[in-house]
């Protein structure tokens, strides 16, 4: 078996593509945080002591709205990254083909 193993080469790669999406979602978050935050504006709600069931103020909508932004743009940019990877990595595969 030999040691040239491309899986083992990629380590690196795959560890860049992680730390690449998780600031693009925390780059997406914080700006979906920042625009959700302006628009509800959930410091100026009155407060309540007794929340209902299934009720929801302005800081968690905020909460959600961003949670659910991050995780989008990390899937999103994982998905992107690794689709560009596998075409590399096919195109590594293919013999080249020499002029003689």
Request: contains cysteine.
């Amino acid at each position: 078996m030999s040691t040239d193993n491309l899986d083992v080469k990629d380590s690196a790669g795959r560890m860049n593509r992680i730390i690449i999406a998780v600031l693009c979602g925390a780059a997406v978050a914080g700006i979906t945080w920042f625009v959700s935050n302006a628009l509800v504006k959930p410091e100026l709600e009155p407060h309540t002591t007794q929340v209902v069931s299934q009720q929801i103020n302005g800081y968690g909508f905020v909460v959600w709205a961003t949670g659910i932004a991050f995780a989008v743009a990390l899937g999103v940019a994982l998905v992107i990254q690794n689709a560009i990877a596998k075409k590399k990595w096919r195109e590594g595969l293919v013999a080249k083909a020499r002029v003689v």
